[in-house]
């Protein structure tokens, strides 16, 4: 008997973690005592701990009386420090100003259950002890990792981008942003500081697709029109037009972007025909 052996294409890829731009993080006790630390990436220089320690337990406390909430966000030019509150511990984020916070929170969630098993185990005391182990180390890299890496077809994924770049050239598009299921932004026609303004504003509507409203129409504060869609699981597409324009004629710009995604990931010719012939009497009234 011969046993065939499968192999994957070799376009198929996983994304790397460095890409999401998460470069430290820190884990606080209910005092804002820093009891562990870990970078991922090596873009900024170490933050003395202690002094991250004072940053983080005005900011809890902050948090705590004026916010009520279990998450606290503050904007440093590129990047943000996010602060995540659990029942034992704080966890602080420094990354990259467009990260997705509803992907932060799932990292913190998948932690917080494994740190406060490894205290439980190590009878670790977190009122003053600092921990250091490589094996813990390894634990949050590979739930980082788990979380952030995605196997995708890159040579699939270069053809849809190709398709969106030509799409973003017509006059009444402002702009294209593709995001993966994860919140990456893989393509963006807009310059990087308004993409980071601009991702700001959407991303509690980014929170809202995950959570299965496919299709979303809204203004920004620019008074821009903004028409998005999740996609086949795996994609969310934005395109932003001048609040002028008719909203069939942004619909229809919407559903090319659909289709040219959908096109790309099922490795079909890209046929926009009938949606041209749509352009032409929705201009035409």
């Not at 460095?18 to 562990?36: M, P, T, V």
């Not at 170490?46 to 004026?66: C, G, H, N, P, W």
């Not at 509150?85 to 990354?95: A, D, E, F, N, T």
């Not at 003053?128 to 077809?153: A, H, M, R, T």
């Amino acid at each position: 008997m011969i046993i065939e052996k499968k192999t994957k294409p070799s376009s198929m890829i996983r994304r790397s973690s460095s890409e999401k731009s998460i470069h430290y993080l820190f884990i606080f006790n209910k005092a804002g005592i820093c009891l562990y630390g870990k970078n991922f990436t090596s873009v900024y220089k170490l933050i003395d701990k202690q002094l991250l320690s004072s940053f983080f337990t005005a900011l809890r406390a902050f948090t705590k009386e004026v916010i009520g909430t279990n998450i606290k966000t503050v904007g440093m030019g590129d990047v943000k420090f996010v602060l995540i509150r659990r029942k034992l511990v704080y966890y602080g984020i420094l990354c990259n100003s467009h990260e997705n916070l509803m992907l932060l929170e799932n990292i913190i969630s998948k932690i917080n259950f494994r740190f406060i098993e490894y205290v439980n185990k190590h009878k670790i005391n977190m009122d003053v002890e600092y921990i250091y182990d490589k094996s813990l180390n390894v634990i949050i890299d590979e739930i980082v990792e788990n979380i952030l890496s995605k196997e995708f077809d890159l040579e699939k994924e270069l053809k849809i981008i190709e398709e969106l770049k030509k799409l973003a050239l017509e006059d009444e598009i402002n702009g294209i942003v593709l995001l993966t299921d994860k919140g990456k932004v893989i393509y963006s026609s807009l310059d990087q500081l308004y993409l980071n303004n601009f991702l700001k504003e959407v991303e509690f509507r980014v929170k809202i697709f995950n959570n299965s409203i496919l299709k979303l129409f809204y203004t920004s504060k620019n008074k821009e029109l903004i028409f998005s869609e999740y996609v086949e699981n795996l994609y969310f597409i934005i395109l932003v037009f001048n609040s002028e324009i008719k909203f069939g004629i942004a619909d229809l710009y919407l559903q090319k972007a659909v289709k040219i995604i959908k096109n790309g990931i099922n490795h079909q010719e890209m046929n926009t025909m009938n949606l041209d012939s749509l352009f032409q009497n929705i201009q035409g009234l």
